[in-house]
C-alpha cells in the first residue's frame, strides 16, 4: 500500500498517491468535482471527465440541449407576441385619440348648427 504522509490516506497504486498528492496541496481540504448535468460528485477531475464521455451522459447532455433550444425558441415567440400585442394597444390608443378629437369636432359642429336652426326660426 501507498500512503500519503499528510492525511494517512492509502492507495493500491502509487501513481494514484502521486495523483493525490498533486491534486490535493491541503489534504484535509476536500475538494469536489461537480456534473452539471446531473449533480454527481467526484474526487477528481479526471473521473469528472471520464463521466461526461459517457454515452448516458452524452445522450443526456444531448436533450439538455435541445431542450434548452426549444425553451430559447418558446421564449423568443413569447417574446415576439408580447411585442405586437404592446405595437397593437398603441395603435388602439392612438385610435381612440384620434375618435375623441372627431367626437369633439361634431360636438361643436352640432351645437353651431343648433344655434343657426336657433336663429333662423327667429327670423
Request: net charge positive; aromatic share 6%; with cysteine.
Amino acid at each position: 500500500m501507498n500512503e500519503c504522509n499528510k492525511c494517512n490516506k492509502q492507495f493500491k497504486f502509487n501513481s494514484e498517491l502521486k495523483r493525490h498528492q498533486k491534486q490535493k496541496k491541503d489534504c484535509s481540504q476536500i475538494i469536489e468535482y461537480k456534473c452539471e448535468l446531473c449533480d454527481v460528485t467526484f474526487n477528481y477531475k479526471s473521473k469528472l471527465l471520464e463521466h461526461e464521455k459517457t454515452k448516458n451522459h452524452q445522450i443526456q447532455a444531448a436533450e439538455k440541449k435541445s431542450f434548452s433550444a426549444v425553451t430559447k425558441g418558446f421564449n423568443d415567440l413569447i417574446n415576439k407576441q408580447k411585442e405586437h400585442i404592446n405595437q397593437l394597444l398603441s395603435q388602439i390608443q392612438l385610435n381612440n385619440e384620434k375618435f375623441a378629437k372627431q367626437e369633439e369636432q361634431i360636438e361643436k359642429l352640432i351645437a353651431i348648427i343648433n344655434s343657426q336652426q336657433i336663429n333662423h326660426n327667429k327670423n
